[in-house]
T-cell receptor, first 112, second 113 residues
Framework: NAGVTQTPKFQVLKTGQSMTLQCAQD?????MSWYRQDPGMGLRLIHY???????DQGEVPNGYNVSRSTTEDFPLRLLSAAPSQTSVYFC???????????FGSGTRLTVV | ELKVEQNPLFLSMQEGKNYTIYCNYS?????LYWYRQDPGKSLESLFV?????AVKQEGRLMASLDTKARLSTLHITAAVHDLSATYFC?????????????FGTGTRLTIIP
């Protein structure tokens, strides 16, 4: 049972490049979310999903896309990277509302 | 818009002392969560508080929830160095399908030997 697995752990992008941050969980959790963490701002919700085929926007969705074709996977796509997207990205999952989230180890992204 | 405020933002305390971290939120919510994050690491779930008056304890940490005051506290008893970390509270709405978990900005706790 690996929990929530995020890849890559580190990434440097040039402005305008696109990429996908991968997130997979093996706990059969329905609820998955992507957060970004910036110094002094806590964690902010980017997108979330309440089950396969169902996604919705969080607090800071601009510049990001998600899809949820399976229960296990919830990739986050950066469409055209900008320096403002330099951050640490966390994927998290939980089985149902009222349970704590299990977080992945994070992806540290730098956009130059 | 749901806002979550923690105080203090930074806390330095000596080993053996007691202290409390406060988490205030702006709108009605039934669910509050506490997380711990070590430097450069991921977040670890500590407590889930699901009703007014809920109290949970794990070791030297105790969390409580007062939904009427929109306030949760994380109390540290006889602090030890291993508790040094950043602590986050987070709140969401008890509506079906609502996964918009809102985090506070965190309290960075440093325990001085």
């Amino acid at each position: 049972n690996a929990g929530v697995t995020q890849t890559p752990k580190f990434q440097v992008l040039k402005t305008g490049q696109s990429m996908t941050l991968q997130c997979a969980q093996d706990m059969n959790h329905e609820y998955m979310s992507w957060y970004r963490q910036d110094p002094g701002m806590g964690l902010r919700l980017i997108h979330y999903s309440v089950g396969a085929g169902i996604t919705d926007q969080g607090e800071v969705p601009n510049g990001y896309n998600v899809s949820r074709s399976t229960t296990e996977d919830f990739p986050l796509r950066l469409l055209s990277a900008a320096p403002s997207q330099t951050s640490v990205y966390f994927c998290a999952s939980r089985p149902d509302p009222g349970r704590g989230y299990t977080f992945g180890s994070g992806t540290r992204l730098t956009v130059v | 818009e749901l806002k979550v405020e923690q105080n203090p933002l930074f806390l330095s305390m000596q080993e053996g002392k007691n202290y409390t971290i406060y988490c205030n939120y702006s709108t009605t919510s039934d669910r509050l969560y506490w997380y711990r994050q070590d430097p450069g690491k991921s977040l670890e779930s500590l407590f889930v508080l699901l009703s007014n008056g809920a109290v949970k304890q794990e070791g030297r940490l105790m969390a409580s929830l007062d939904t009427k005051a929109r306030l949760s506290t994380l109390h540290i008893t006889a602090a030890v160095h291993d508790l040094s970390a950043t602590y986050f509270c987070a709140v969401d709405r008890a509506n079906f399908g609502n996964e918009k978990l809102t985090f506070g900005t965190g309290t960075r706790l440093t325990i001085i030997p």
